[in-house]
């Protein structure tokens, strides 16, 4: 089967940075989870929380969905770690590639909401938020497949096809060298759904988790029919790979909570991130400072006019009242009437009576 042109794998799995290796698969799934963190902090922000949440929930969320993703990968294909010729101590190189979704999505959200209990945050708030972030992140660690050579579709002479070295082609088709490019193929869809969760809750307003659902039942329709090109070893149920399988089941229960969620709890938080008290910042204190010295102040001021304004009315009043004349000074007392002044008195008196008499 000749190919006109196909996309090349790389020929290192690792990437040196001076003396430092860097495996590529690692290098992805770093930049996945700081492009979730810095997309799921502006959207965090923009719905009332505070800058910085975000990234402490991560800090839980991250390491618990790197131990889960690993597990669903070591028990789903056990065979690859364990039995004759393996070795198990294998099952921790997870550098050489092995994180199943499944298991990366349910244990990270155990440890999101140990982040969120921390802080006094509900779990779908912040899943809602993140939720695209995820789904970059996806799309930025399947490149990790890439530089792995590992997890192809089937032969095809596609222009897009992927170039497989020797050592990494299946057993049963060593010499077709191109194959289907699944790890493109599933980071274009997780670019998809995250610009469809972004239009969608801005359209629609999503809250309660419905648009982390919605991010959830996206995926899995892709990874249906992504996961049914591949070629590598799998387990199969009813004819089927195991993935498929969870692909439907994971949707269903997707499709149900959206449903669920938005019949019981319609719109969406209105708040998202308590308010801590003390966390005011320093210049919030000095300028309550300053106002609360501004109020004594000023309570001090109208006291004190207060008392000037009754001093003043005092005053007025002591001014507009007449003097209180002096206390009379004691008449000397008279002295006794001399005999002759008494007699003429005496006798003015009897003569008037007379006069008075004689009228009548």
């Not at 690859?80 to 990366?104: K, Q, S």
């Amino acid at each position: 089967m000749e190919t006109l042109a196909f996309i090349p794998s790389p020929s290192a799995g690792e990437i040196h940075l001076g003396p430092l290796p860097l495996r590529g698969y690692a290098l992805c799934i770093i930049l996945g989870v700081f492009a979730a963190v810095w997309l799921g902090g502006r959207r965090w922000v923009a719905r009332g929380g505070r800058p910085g949440t975000v990234a402490d929930i991560a800090v839980w969320a991250v390491p618990f969905g790197l131990i889960g993703g690993r597990l669903y990968h070591v028990v789903t294909d056990y065979q690859l770690y364990f039995g004759e010729g393996r070795n198990w101590v294998d099952a921790f190189r997870i550098w050489d590639g092995g994180l199943g979704i499944w298991g990366a999505i349910a244990l990270g959200a155990l440890g999101a909401w140990i982040g969120c209990r921390r802080r006094g945050i509900p779990l779908p708030a912040w899943a809602d938020a993140v939720a695209p972030g995820v789904a970059l992140a996806q799309a930025l660690g399947r490149w990790g497949n890439w530089f792995n050579q590992e997890l192809y579709g089937r032969a095809t002479d596609l222009p897009w096809a992927l170039k497989i070295d020797p050592e990494h082609r299946p057993v049963d088709s060593p010499d077709l060298a191109t194959y289907h490019p699944t790890f493109l193929y599933e980071s274009l869809w997780c670019v998809g759904v995250a610009l469809l969760v972004i239009w969608a809750d801005r359209r629609f307003k999503l809250g309660h988790g419905r648009a982390f659902a919605l991010y959830v039942a996206a995926y899995t329709v892709g990874r249906f029919w992504i996961e049914y090109m591949r070629v590598d070893d799998a387990h199969h149920v009813f004819g089927m790979r195991l993935n498929n399988w969870t692909a439907i089941v994971v949707f269903l229960a997707a499709v149900a909570a959206i449903v669920i969620s938005a019949k019981k709890r319609p719109g969406r938080e209105e708040v998202v991130e308590p308010e801590v008290p003390g966390a005011a910042g320093e210049g919030d204190e000095e300028k309550s400072g300053a106002d609360a010295k501004g109020k004594t102040v000023s309570a001090s001021g109208e006291d004190q006019a207060s008392e000037d304004a009754s001093k003043a009315e005092s005053k007025a009043e002591s001014k507009a009242a007449p003097k209180a004349e002096p206390k009379a000074a004691s008449k000397p007392e008279s002295k006794p009437a001399s005999a002759t002044e008494s007699a003429s008195d005496s006798g003015s008196k009897s003569g008037d009576k007379a006069v008075g008499g004689s009228k009548s």
